[in-house]
C-alpha cells in the first residue's frame, strides 16, 4: 500500500533539517504521538546523517486480530538516512519503519527541496505486510496510525520552526 505526504514549511530545507536532527525535535515528535516509551538518536555517518527513533505504543486503536500478534503495546522503530545537502539545500534520505513482532514494515523516500513558502517536504512509501490472506487488511489497518504519526511530526515541525 502507498503513503505519501506532502507538507510545506515557511523555511529554507537548511532550516527544516536542522529542526529534523534535534535529538530534542525528535524526543518532542515521539512524545507527540503518545509513546509510552521511546528513545532517538542522532548520528552522522560519512555525509549521511541517521535519525533513529524507537517507540513502545500502544495497540489501542488496531483491530483484534492485530492486537491478537502485538498484545497490548507494539515497537515501531523508525530510520531515516539523510544524505548531505545539494547546492540549493535539497536533500534526499530513506525511511524504514518496522514493528516488532508483527510482518509489517515501510520503506520509502523523504526528500526536503525549496518550493512553496519556503521548502517542501516529500514522504513517499510503500507499506507492506507479508501474511497471505490478512495482509491487504493489515495494510489497511496501519497505514491511519503511520499518516497520523506523519502528519503530527510535521505539525511539531512547524511548531519548531516558528520559535
Given at each position: 500500500?502507498?503513503?505519501?505526504?506532502?507538507?510545506?514549511?515557511?523555511?529554507?530545507?537548511?532550516?527544516?533539517?536542522?529542526?529534523?536532527?534535534?535529538?530534542?525535535?525528535?524526543?518532542?515528535?515521539?512524545?507527540?504521538?503518545?509513546?509510552?516509551?521511546?528513545?532517538?538518536?542522532?548520528?552522522?555517518?560519512?555525509?549521511?546523517?541517521?535519525?533513529?527513533?524507537?517507540?513502545?505504543?500502544?495497540?489501542?486503536?488496531?483491530?483484534?486480530?492485530?492486537?491478537?500478534?502485538?498484545?497490548?503495546?507494539?515497537?515501531?522503530?523508525?530510520?531515516?538516512?539523510?544524505?548531505?545537502?545539494?547546492?540549493?539545500?535539497?536533500?534526499?534520505?530513506?525511511?524504514?519503519?518496522?514493528?516488532?513482532?508483527?510482518?509489517?514494515?515501510l520503506n520509502g523516500t523523504i526528500t526536503l527541496a525549496p518550493g512553496g513558502p519556503g521548502t517542501v517536504e516529500?514522504?513517499?512509501?510503500?507499506?507492506?505486510?507479508?501474511?497471505?490472506?490478512?495482509?491487504?487488511?493489515?495494510?489497511?489497518?496501519?497505514?491511519?496510525?503511520?499518516?497520523?504519526?506523519?502528519?503530527?511530526?510535521?505539525?511539531?515541525?512547524?511548531?519548531?520552526?516558528?520559535?
Amino acid at each position: 500500500m502507498k503513503i505519501a505526504r506532502t507538507a510545506e514549511y515557511d523555511a529554507t530545507p537548511e532550516e527544516v533539517f536542522a529542526v529534523l536532527r534535534d535529538p530534542l525535535f525528535q524526543e518532542a515528535k515521539c512524545k507527540a504521538t503518545a509513546a509510552v516509551r521511546y528513545e532517538a538518536s542522532v548520528e552522522p555517518s560519512g555525509e549521511s546523517t541517521v535519525i533513529r527513533t524507537e517507540r513502545i505504543l500502544p495497540s489501542d486503536g488496531l483491530p483484534e486480530f492485530a492486537k491478537g500478534m502485538v498484545g497490548e503495546t507494539i515497537k515501531v522503530t523508525e530510520t531515516q538516512e539523510w544524505g548531505p545537502a545539494e547546492a540549493d539545500g535539497s536533500r534526499r534520505g530513506t525511511v524504514a519503519m518496522v514493528v516488532a513482532g508483527a510482518p509489517i514494515a515501510l520503506n520509502g523516500t523523504i526528500t526536503l527541496a525549496p518550493g512553496g513558502p519556503g521548502t517542501v517536504e516529500t514522504f513517499d512509501a510503500d507499506l507492506k505486510a507479508k501474511v497471505p490472506l490478512l495482509g491487504g487488511t493489515m495494510e489497511k489497518a496501519a497505514a491511519p496510525p503511520i499518516k497520523d504519526a506523519i502528519d503530527i511530526e510535521v505539525a511539531q515541525a512547524k511548531e519548531w520552526l516558528a520559535r
